[in-house]
């Protein structure tokens, strides 16, 4: 069979689901190629090529793409078999059958894949998603089908970049934060990726060009000894690389014998979902840390000279105006301001079917019904003036985008806005940036954020689909 992998957005990496799924079924005998829309234009020609088409879908920002995606096929050539794979196609995205795939496959998707081109029947499968949890995932992704990691997001620290490799040592989390797509799928599981197979990947990425690497994994931490071995190979294999990896503030604290090691491997920086610095929202979304561990990961790291990126969701339905200053003070307060992408600043909550938030009793009255376009449920705030507040915010970091204003900048802006929404807060100092650098700090040129809505630049590959 002819199979064509398409991806829309992995947070500016390489995809690594397009590598895996294709290692998987170019091993069973099919024929493959991959297209980006990320980083390519649309390939009609290789639609008409492919018996059948699988569209990844690992977070919500490539979820609305890969509709927009099964659009145009299903104009282009109504009759060729479609799949979604990957974590949300484990979820039912809509209740009245509507969905636009023909299979939806999550967990060990790649057995899945092998499966349904083998058979290529489809019944059922679009309305009840497949989530294969049983499997230990020991596939080298085949990465020669991709465009180059030149391509994508680098390293950057200072004027340095690098090109980044993005490779994952395991799939799921322990953890059921209530707002966390994850658990929906993999229901506080993990599945372990064979550590032979990941520092096999590292060694292409390597050989392509990668000086960094980011691992993908939900939480790196969850199986923290298999992630140790990982990290003392690649290192023994690739000193001069150096790496990041994400996990929840509650493992920084309880793994600390890791960080020394990991500093001296080439950790450089941690992403780390604070959401919030309001201990009560913290306890909603069943966080399982508080603002003061939130403080302690901080200065955890920064001892072994490793620097955190904070993940934020300011606006929840219980979010007001004063919440959000909160956060961006702790971020001054805690010199962050370098370390967080202004877009962070603006994430709004999302709700897609299956979220365990619909089971909170105090969730209940700020829902709106189930808004199949942009797959979540629609909610208002406690405090209509944090709703305004949010538009307001990122109406501000995408003009300063635009106008490629620095950091610093885009906060002392979103600061005096958010600043002028809470008035009953007692004034303090605007932080007097703009004239100031920011400390250099490691990042990626791609901001941090899976959940969110796609800009109109990534829709652009799709275009000629009515929006």
Partial sequence: MRALLVSTYELGHQPLHSASAAGAL????????CLDLSVEMWDGASVAWADAVAISVPMHTATRLAERAAQRIRQDSP?????????YAGMEHHP????????????????????????????GNAKEPVVDLGRRS?????????PNISRYAHMALGDDESPVG???????????CRHCPVPIVYDGRIRIIDADVVLADIDQLVEAGARHITFADPDFLNGVRHSQRVVRAMHARHPHLTFDVTTKVEHILEHADVWEEFAV????????????????????????????EAALAVAQLRRHGIEIRPSWMPFTPWTTPADVLDIMEFVREHDLIANVDPVQFTIRLL???????L???????HLRGYDEERLTYRWRADDPRADDLQEELAGIVERGIAAESSDSVLFERLWLAVRGAAPEVPAGSPPRLAGSPLPVRPRLTEPWFCCAEPTDMQFSPLEEIPA
Wanted: hydrophobic share 45%.
């Fill in 26 to 33: 170019l091993q069973a005998g099919h024929e493959v190629r």
């Fill in 79 to 87: 009759d060729t078999p479609i799949a979604f794979y990957g974590l």
């Fill in 138 to 146: 020991s596939v080298l992704p085949a990465r020669h089908l991709l």
């Fill in 166 to 176: 993005y490779t994952e040592a395991s799939r799921g989390c322990v953890h059921t």
């Fill in 265 to 292: 491997a080439g950790c450089l920086f941690v992403v780390s979902a604070f959401e919030s610095v309001n201990d009560e929202i913290l306890r909603r979304l069943d966080k399982g840390h508080s603002a003061a």
């Fill in 96 to 123: 009245t059958g509507a969905n636009l795939a023909d299979a939806q496959l999550a967990g060990a998707y790649e057995h899945g894949l092998v499966e349904w081109l083998g058979r290529l029947a489809s019944s």
């Fill in 351 to 357: 709700v897609p079917q299956g979220s365990l938030l």
């Fill in 359 to 365: 089971d909170l009793p105090e969730m209940i009255p």
